[in-house]
């Protein structure tokens, strides 16, 4: 059974940078057609994806964010990570990881951390 | 970016009720339409996919319909344990979601 589980602060100073780590158990993060992202939601309730890394390695992040966003894979593979820069307090969400298949929605998520910017 | 809007925002019902929410894209997703619903404290959980699939496990009381840019979930004989929020999403051109509906008891 496929299962994702976040890890990170769950506190960041404005202007810092935003760190996160999915770790995946029950499927390597090599199979093939698939998307390892990240999703927000803000305490407003509006889910918003952030990015995906592609099996292949490939990234694509979301426009509205692609300048503050970095995904990559972990050597070890079983782990892919969020780096988002220059936080403020809109950037106050929980944050999900999860799976897609090409041109497939997220079907395994994770349960969700907050992180709240603030200093 | 392909804008999702989910309507009504929140649909009061009683136990055993029907109802249909809708969701229409601002441009044509093909069939590639989601529907999740998401409980308090929990991460969304896929209901539907390809518009009118049901995804492992769901039940029968819940179906989709639509494609082009006009999609709806309905749930007949709404059970205690429906009553949550539906977001829909389209897939057809990376991800994006709706703004959610919020099904509450009457």
């Known amino acids: 059974q496929l299962q994702l589980q976040e890890s990170g602060p769950g506190l960041v100073k404005p202007s810092e940078t935003l760190s996160l780590t999915c770790t995946v158990s029950?499927?390597?993060?090599?199979?093939?057609?698939?998307?390892w992202g990240w999703i927000r939601q803000s305490p407003g309730k509006d889910l918003e994806w952030i990015g995906s890394i592609y099996y292949t390695g490939n990234t694509y992040y979301n426009p509205s964010l692609e300048s503050r966003v970095t995904i990559q894979v972990d050597t070890s593979k079983i782990q892919f990570s969020l780096r988002l820069t220059s936080v403020t307090a809109a950037d106050t969400a929980v944050y999900y990881c999860?799976?897609?298949?090409?041109?497939?929605?997220?079907?395994?998520w994770g349960q969700g951390t907050l992180v709240t910017v603030s200093s | 970016e392909v804008v999702m809007t989910q309507s009504p925002a929140t649909l009061s019902v009683s136990p055993g009720e029907r109802v249909t929410l809708s969701c229409r894209a601002s441009?044509?997703?093909?069939?590639?339409l989601a529907w999740y619903q998401q409980k308090p404290g929990q991460a969304p959980r896929l209901l539907l996919y390809g518009a009118s699939t049901r995804a492992t496990g769901i039940p029968a009381r819940f179906s989709g319909s639509g494609s082009g840019t006009e999609f709806a979930l309905t749930i007949t004989n709404l059970q205690s344990e429906d009553f949550a929020v539906y977001y829909c999403q389209q897939y057809n051109n990376w991800w994006t979601f709706g703004q959610g509906t919020k099904v509450e008891i009457k």
């Open positions: 999860a799976r897609a298949g090409h041109y497939q929605p997220f079907d395994y």
């Open positions: 441009q044509s997703v093909s069939s590639n």
């Open positions: 029950g499927a390597s993060i090599s199979t093939t057609y698939t998307y």
